[in-house]
């Protein structure tokens, strides 16, 4: 079946076709029927409805795998002016790797660009504002800077050789910030600077120590000089302490937390009287016994670059927690053991199983687990914020097991943690989908959770129950709460898994409201005074621009950029198809792009197309969306396939994102084998709905893409007839612990899960033709899982496989000259094959 949501909504067709879009002028948003106290999914009709196939000039290899300069040099890292009536952008130079940044007012159509002399002066994508929205604060190369927000004035707070950063408006007026692990605060008025805290990583100095040992005593009695000299150093010690103690120009200011510590995270109340400190032991992510070798260098030798560390060597750790009072001086370490679950066995089943395999008897027992701070890739918030007035905290965690999150605050009194909220997962908890706060001037929390098996947002009173805001089968993510707490905005993709919008709710009331209706890929900021939307929005046809729009309901959007080329919008490209194969494992369809051949019939018969499946890297990600992908090349290549005859499908997986926590955790200690199930039901899908030869059938990928066609033709060896791997994972052992001891637990624990998952272990399956690409100086994935792999394939031998190396290449190519070879030997492989 193929979903449509043209019922509801009335999709914008392909821009070169639209004068809504190309013109620059007004695209009104329709009514919307996500309006009521919690937004639900609305019915999903048959059919939907991508844009038309765009331009008349035929694609070819060469310029799809050319520099994307050609594509326009889309604009990139916008924000709001302090105005919140100019935008500022970023646009790369057309043939270097420069950017220069861009202004321009939302009443003009022309952007100006900003000179390096005035780069300064424009405040940045993370600025903050005084509680009065008078001041903006923010870092410019390192340098703090204050700007009047109605005169523009501009204020520079320092100018040294140093790094500042985090800017942070307090509530007396002052502005703090940081310089390595020292804070202070500035007067604006006097331009008095004062240190507040300098968090030293060493052991507190234990000072003048009396003589311990027999001889030490007695050198003590029997020499005057050892004697006198060491009641002076007393002396002395006891004075500077009383002159710290007495006299308050003198900065009182250290704080000692541990040699060979590292601080992961710290931050200053809003009153500037406290901190909340999470510390770790220093590891440097890097294992300086492993190397990478870079092979094409400036001076002709090997490089033997120093490489990340394996899952396989990852050892647990946990984080100490650590409360510190600047008036008192005071200095508290936080428990744990007021957590639920803090000791629980979380992997007891999985450990009684390995242990059974070696024939031995696992017994659980409850100890402490290694419990840390969150982390949520590419989060723009810290895991620690304090509420308004400074009275409370609070602060993510995460299990180093990755089994739970727990959302905490502080009991101050008793120096302890409170869970508000406790997320448990059998399999991982997401690295996305953890944003929090609280709601301004009082103690109540925000967040989201995935407990209902999709990313929702709920909030609650410290000593309240949670109350769900979204409801549905969707993802909520990216949430900004406004000053007054009228409204939370978010994304979500309601209407349809591939379809994301902009909404709100009022947290007071519940009411949820549609904003956009854009029919793509939505990602907004709101301006500093809360009336507008800066949005960037992409269609599957055309890349990222920038749109302004007020911050309301069923809002009007204006056009602010136009940088894709006129050289691009003539490319005879083919727009794919978002269709739902039905699932023989799950009741969920697998949601997929397909690229129908130029000249196919809706209808034919004869079993005669042949076809290729792509498969998306990353796992976790979502390729099967009505926006613009990152996968601009493999797009134009399908264009350039489909026009050759072929069907292709690019699937979202199970594992992909959008799909909520049941599709997210299906690979749970099997990676790969859900997802070939899922590209048999798409070979299915397309013999019985696009005329395809299931014996002319092939799939390739890159990364995790690479390591589904290892699985794919070692484990199904039917299901295609030839596969091209790129950059790909052969063995997760090798791989890093960030990403796979989530899906994998760490190999020490679950080695089952390992050898069920790695390609490695099943290279004796492959008897169809086999093309890996692989990059020397991946940083990612490792060249050698390719060496291990190729080893093993020769010593099975194999004959039907080959390898290209590209030597100067990390995990994302760069040279136009490698993706025009990488992808001439897929095309090859595939016309010789299928």
């Known amino acids: 079946m193929i979903f449509n949501i043209s019922s509801s909504k009335t999709l914008i067709a392909l821009a070169v076709a639209s004068s809504v879009f190309l013109a620059g002028c007004q695209a009104t948003a329709s009514s919307s029927t ?17 844009p038309a196939d765009m331009g008349s000039t035929k694609i070819t290899l060469e310029q799809a795998m050319a520099h994307p300069d050609w594509l326009g040099r889309q604009p990139e890292r916008a924000f709001w002016g ?11 130079e057309q043939g270097n790797e420069l950017r220069n940044l861009f202004s321009q007012s939302i009443t003009s159509q022309s952007a100006e660009q900003i000179a390096l002399n005035k780069l300064h002066t424009v405040g940045a994508n993370k600025a ?28 520079q707070v320092t100018h040294t050789s140093s790094t500042e950063s985090k800017p942070q408006f307090l509530n007396d007026g002052s502005l703090a910030y940081r310089q390595g692990n020292t804070f202070f605060k500035v007067d604006l008025s006097s331009g008095l600077t004062t240190e507040i805290a300098n968090l030293k990583l060493a052991d507190k100095p234990q000072g003048i120590t009396e003589p311990s040992s027999y001889i030490a005593k007695e050198q003590h009695k029997l020499i005057d000089y050892i004697a006198l000299t060491h009641k002076n150093n007393k002396d002395k010690q006891a004075r500077k302490a009383q002159l710290k103690q007495q006299n308050s120009s003198i900065a009182n200011t250290e704080f000692y937390l541990g040699k060979g510590n590292s601080v992961k995270d710290v931050q200053l109340s809003p009153n500037g009287d406290a901190l909340l400190v999470v510390v770790q032991e220093q590891r440097d992510w890097r294992d300086d016994s492993d190397i990478m070798p870079n092979y094409i260098t400036d ?12 899952v396989a060597d990852e050892k647990s750790q946990t984080s100490e927690l650590v409360y510190i009072n600047l008036n008192d001086k005071s200095q508290n370490t936080l428990s744990f053991d007021t957590l639920p679950g803090f000791d629980e066995d979380v992997l007891a089943a999985v450990k009684k199983e390995n242990y059974a395999r070696d024939g031995k008897t696992y017994k659980s027992k409850k100890a402490p687990r290694g419990i840390n701070l969150i982390s949520d890739w590419g989060w723009d918030q810290s895991p620690i914020i304090w509420n308004d007035d400074g009275s409370n905290v609070a602060i993510m965690l995460e299990a180093w097991d990755n089994k739970d999150r727990w959302l905490a605050t502080v009991d101050f009194k008793n120096n302890k943690l409170v869970s508000q909220h406790r997320l448990h997962d059998d399999a991982w908890i997401a690295y996305a989908f953890n944003d929090f706060g609280w709601l301004h001037n009082s103690n109540t929390l925000y967040y989201l959770s995935e407990q209902s098996g999709y990313s929702q947002l709920y909030k609650k009173p410290l000593n ?16 900004t709460l406004t000053d007054d707490n009228s409204a939370i905005y978010y994304k979500a993709n309601v209407e349809h898994p591939g379809l994301y919008e902009i909404y709100r709710v009022n947290p007071l009331t519940g009411k949820n409201e549609q904003v956009t209706d854009l029919n793509g890929m939505t990602d907004y900021t709101l301006s500093p005074d809360q009336t507008k939307l800066l949005l960037k929005h992409s269609t599957i046809m055309l890349p990222t621009e920038l749109y302004v729009a007020d911050a309301k309901a069923n809002t009007q959007v204006t056009r602010f950029t136009h940088t894709v080329s006129d050289e691009f919008l ?12 039905p699932s023989s494992h799950t009741d969920q369809p697998i949601y997929a792009k397909v690229y129908y051949p130029a000249d196919y019939v809706e209808g034919e018969v004869g079993k005669k197309r042949k076809a290729v499946i792509f498969n998306h890297g990353a796992g976790y990600l979502q390729n099967s969306h009505l926006g613009w992908s990152g996968y601009f090349r493999e797009f134009m ?6 026009d050759e005859g072929y069907v292709v499908m690019d699937m979202d997986y199970r594992a992909s994102k959008g799909y909520g926590r049941d599709w997210r955790t299906a690979i749970y200690r099997q990676m790969g084998t859900p997802e070939t199930q899922d590209l048999a039901d798409g070979v299915k899908w397309m013999a019985e709905n696009a005329n395809v030869n299931t014996q002319a059938v092939g799939t390739y990928g890159g990364s995790y893409g690479g390591f589904m066609t290892f699985m794919a033709l070692f484990t199904a060896p039917e299901l295609f007839q030839a596969g091209a791997a790129l950059r790909p994972v ?22 089952i899960a390992y050898e069920r998952s790695s390609p490695i272990y099943y290279a004796e399956g492959l008897n169809k033709r086999l093309l890996i690409n692989a990059p020397m100086v991946d940083d990612n994935v490792f060249f050698q899982d390719t060496v291990r792999l190729v080893q093993r394939l020769i010593e099975l031998e194999k004959e039907n496989f080959e390898t290209a190396i590209f030597p100067v290449e990390p995990h994302g190519f760069v040279q136009p000259s490698s993706w025009l070879d990488e992808y001439r030997r897929i095309y090859k492989l595939f016309k010789e094959t299928l």
């Open 82 to 92: 302090s105005d919140s009536a100019t935008i500022i952008y970023a646009r790369k």
């Open 34 to 50: 996500a309006t009521q106290n919690n937004v639900t999914t609305s019915p999903v009709a048959a059919v939907v409805n991508t």
């Open 730 to 751: 052969t063995d997760w052992a090798h791989y890093n612990a960030p990403y796979t001891a989530n899906i994998l637990n760490h190999p020490d624990v679950d080695p």
């Open 570 to 581: 003539a490319k005879k490209l083919t727009a794919p198809k978002i269709i739902a194969v």
């Open 637 to 642: 290549f399908h264009s350039l396939l489909a």
């Open 299 to 310: 001076d002709a030798r090997i490089e033997p670059k120093k490489a990340r560390r394996r």
């Open 128 to 155: 903050v504002y005084s509680k009065n929205k008078a001041l903006q604060a923010y870092v410019f190369e390192g340098n703090i800077f204050v700007k009047s927000v109605t005169t523009g004035a501009i204020q």
């Open 464 to 479: 309240g129950k949670a109350t769900a805001l979204t409801t549905g089968k969707f993802e909520v993510s990216n949430l």
